[in-house]
């Protein structure tokens, strides 16, 4: 992209890294000292933005590189935003809500010195929730006097959560997926898709594409997954996944492993459960015309690789997930001007800003001959080195 050097390797390191370490009271009366991060990637578009993980597994490094997918994730959608992630090393399954609670509000207190409404807005991620949302807007605001909707988004809408916001990122997969069936010219009403992961994400965009019409032949979640080569009822998948906690064992299906589930012959795959499901290892095992990555960084570069040269056509995370974080942004304007949309409006304004820079990236990606993935790159790099250059750097 022939970018100058000073902003090649600004966006080659991270701007803002803190490294807390906590006491938290257990339920058992002892104490526990945690390790939490916040950082900010890059915030020359904007204040940072970005989720909070609560995951055993979390380091620093994943932290900093997940902020890095947020600064080029609010650049590809262009909302006024840069990036940044935070994490706090535990495993929230293992953990009362009393715990939970308490952990929070202390990681709260230590994060407060970088976090505001026009500095740096967390979000949910892997492990955390809009009630996990709600002790940091108010331990914020304890310790402002007064209350601070906007300084976290993906709160209840009790207290200043955005209508629309819980299925935001499964609705913007889905209209990615209508805008790049139209592209490839392949309708979506009968196509077959399979979707890994059914949380969140992957619950929406399955019951949103069956609604479209599609055919959702296979489902799964981390303990195993379900296939109906004719169609699987979503709604009744969805139901027996919440009674039962899976969808493994569901009737009128037989049993998959994840790995099948990757493999199968579909039009459309949609990863939405974690990183690097399709590998070097298995990519060359993908038989599905299109991928949608619901998940951040469900293919290694390694596969990437494979899936191009095999043709599939892949829709890139930063694009295809950016549901989210749009809606984060229109809660957080609805929390700075204290008005509050319609459902309707959200969906509608997502549609628009989905429908621009699904366009962009696609122009992007034909214009340079690229995939669809290094498009977004480039478009993300370009608005972001092209922010940095305006704004200068002084003395
Ligand atoms: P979630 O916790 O609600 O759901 C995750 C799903 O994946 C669950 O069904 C779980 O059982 C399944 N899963 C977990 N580990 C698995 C494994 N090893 N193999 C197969 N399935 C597994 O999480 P979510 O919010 O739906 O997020 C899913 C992905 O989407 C993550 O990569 C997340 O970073 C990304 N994402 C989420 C949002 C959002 O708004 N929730 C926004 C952008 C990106």
Redesign the pocket.
């Known amino acids: 992209m022939n970018i100058a050097e000073e902003w090649r390797s600004r966006l080659s390191e991270c701007e803002r890294e803190l490294i807390v370490h906590f006491p938290v009271r257990m339920d058992d009366g002892g104490v526990k000292v945690l390790t939490g991060f916040r950082v900010v990637h890059n915030d020359t578009r904007g204040p940072a933005k970005g ?1 909070l993980r609560y995951h055993p597994d979390v380091t620093l490094d994943e932290t900093r590189a997940l902020a890095a997918l947020m600064t080029l994730k609010t650049a590809v959608v262009n909302i006024p935003y840069g990036g940044a992630k935070g994490a706090v090393v535990c495993n929230p399954e293992l953990m009362s809500q009393g715990e939970l609670e308490r952990m929070t509000r202390r990681y709260t207190s230590e994060i407060s010195i970088l976090i505001g409404p026009d500095r740096d807005i967390p979000a ?3 492990g955390t929730n809009p009630q996990v949302m709600a002790w940091i807007m108010d331990t914020f605001s304890m310790i402002k006097g007064y209350t601070v909707p906007a300084v976290v988004t993906g709160k209840p809408v009790t207290v200043g959560g955005s209508k629309g916001r819980f299925g ?2 499964g609705r913007g997969c889905m209209i990615n997926a209508r805008l790049v069936a139209e592209h490839l010219g392949i309708g979506l009403e009968g196509a077959t898709v399979a979707v ?7 619950s929406v965009v399955a019951r949103l594409l069956a609604r479209e019409g599609s055919k959702i032949v296979a489902i ?4 195993g997954g379900i296939y109906n080569e004719k169609r699987l009822d979503v709604e009744a998948v969805f139901r027996y996944s919440q009674q039962t906690g899976s969808v493994v064992d569901f009737k009128d299906a037989e049993n998959i492993t ?1 790995a099948e589930l990757l493999a199968l012959p579909c039009d459309i795959l949609v990863p ?4 690097n ?1 399709i590998v070097k290892a298995n990519a060359a095992d993908v038989k599905a015309r299109i991928i949608l990555e ?5 293919t290694t570069p390694e596969a990437d690789k494979i899936l191009s040269d095999n043709g599939v056509f892949v829709v890139p ?1 930063i694009l295809v ?1 950016a549901g ?2 749009v809606v984060s942004y229109f809660e957080w304007v609805q929390g700075l001007q204290a008005f509050f949309w319609s459902e309707d409006e959200v969906n509608r304004q997502l549609e628009t800003v989905m429908h621009n820079a699904f366009h962009e990236v696609l122009e992007m990606s034909q214009q340079e001959k690229v995939s669809m993935r290094n498009a977004a790159y480039m478009l993300a790099i370009k608005r972001i080195a092209g922010a940095m250059e305006t704004r200068g750097i002084f003395p």
Do not use: C, L, R
């Open positions: 989720g949910p991620d892997v935001a990122t890994q992961g059914f949380g969140n994400v992957g799964s979640d981390v303990k994840n939405a459960a974690i990183e499901q619901g998940a951040n960084a469900p995370d997930n989210g974080v």
